[in-house]
C-alpha cells in the first residue's frame, strides 16, 4: 500500500489536478494522450508507476514540460 506522500501518489494528484484544470475527462485525456482510460486512472490513483516515456507523454497532453507536472 502507498503512503499518501509517496511520488506515484503525488504525481498521480497532481496529474487529476491538471487534466481537470484542462477541463478533460479521464476519457478524453487518455485519447488525447494515446493512452487506455483505466492506464491513466491507475495513474491518477496511485497505482501504476509510469516510465519517464508516459510522463512525457502526460506532459505533452497537458501541453507543460516536465518540469512543471513534476512539481508537488
Not at 486512472?41 to 512543471?68: D, F
Amino acid at each position: 500500500m502507498e503512503t499518501l506522500n509517496s511520488p506515484k501518489v503525488l504525481f498521480g494528484k497532481r496529474v487529476k489536478q491538471l487534466r481537470l484544470q484542462a477541463g478533460l475527462s479521464q476519457e478524453a485525456f487518455a485519447h488525447k494522450c494515446g493512452l487506455d482510460r483505466t492506464y491513466v486512472s491507475g495513474i491518477e490513483r496511485g497505482l501504476r508507476n509510469p516510465t519517464l516515456e508516459v510522463i512525457a507523454i502526460i506532459a505533452r497532453g497537458l501541453e507543460m514540460e516536465i518540469k512543471h507536472l513534476i512539481e508537488f
